[in-house]
């Protein structure tokens, strides 16, 4: 099931877990509150905003072998909103990216990557060219585990946040205090990027066809592209990569 296109679309941004972990062997380790923290001083804090803080994510990345281990730490990320951004993936689902939502706390996690970790991470976020890598500081941050931060390194969507009334659509499979904004499910999520762009066209075959054809999928891309909402925080340094 797991292996299936459909499946791996419907399900994103698939089980995330309730607390810090360490991404070792192909599979997550969870950290218990005597366990010791791992020396990540030569590490990147790099914000898991959809997927990849999931462990299923990591292992399509990670999986193949010869890879140190990921410290992988849940946070609570003040200000901030995990929502959709207005593209479609390579796999078919409506990915994520994080928007300004005041008054809102996230839960989100961060990975410590090292150097070669973050060559990987880049080449699965950017190859595609719907992400930029920036830096984002001044940031409210509660670490379950791990150094104190004040400032992460961030994938951001370079097409904005996808809009429903005017609004960001917070990504419900991610826990959030205080949403104003109604949130979707990644079926329900689907049904609106489909009455959208397609509104005759069964669901399956509607996100069949975006995995299928890649013309076809960066033509939607682009139309829900209209109305997008921006991401712009003063704090945020975009990275050349």
């Not at 810090?20 to 969870?30: L, N, T, V």
């Not at 500081?137 to 969507?157: F, Q």
């Not at 079926?187 to 609106?192: I, K, Y």
Request: proline share 8%.
């Amino acid at each position: 099931m797991e292996d299936d296109p459909l499946h791996r679309a419907k399900t994103y941004p698939y089980p995330i877990p309730d607390g810090s972990f360490i991404f070792r062997d192909g599979a997550p380790h969870y950290l218990g509150k005597t366990d010791p923290f791992p020396d990540v001083s030569n590490h990147h804090p790099v914000l898991a905003v959809g997927s990849n803080q999931s462990p299923e994510q990591l292992m399509r990345k990670f999986g193949d072998g010869g890879w140190s281990e990921i410290p992988v730490v849940r946070i609570e990320l003040a200000g901030f909103d995990s929502v959709y951004s207005p593209h479609i993936a390579s796999y078919g689902a409506i990915a994520a990216t994080l928007c300004e939502a005041p008054g809102v706390t996230v839960a989100l996690f961060v990975t410590w990557l090292d150097d070669g970790q973050l060559v990987r991470m880049h080449d699965t976020e950017i190859s595609s060219a719907n992400y930029g890598f920036g830096r984002l500081s001044g940031l409210r941050i509660r670490c379950e585990a791990g150094p104190s931060l004040d400032a992460l390194y961030l994938y951001v969507s370079s097409r904005g946040t996808l809009s429903r009334s005017g609004n960001p659509i917070p990504v419900a499979e991610i826990s959030a205090q205080n949403r104003t904004w109604p949130a979707m499910d990644q079926l329900a999520v689907q049904r609106h990027v489909r009455d959208r762009l397609s509104p005759k066209t069964n669901l399956d075959a509607f996100i069949t066809a975006s995995i299928d054809d890649g013309d076809l999928r960066r033509q939607r891309s682009d139309a829900l592209k209209e109305g997008a909402g921006p991401f712009a925080p003063l704090t945020l340094e975009m990275i050349p990569i």
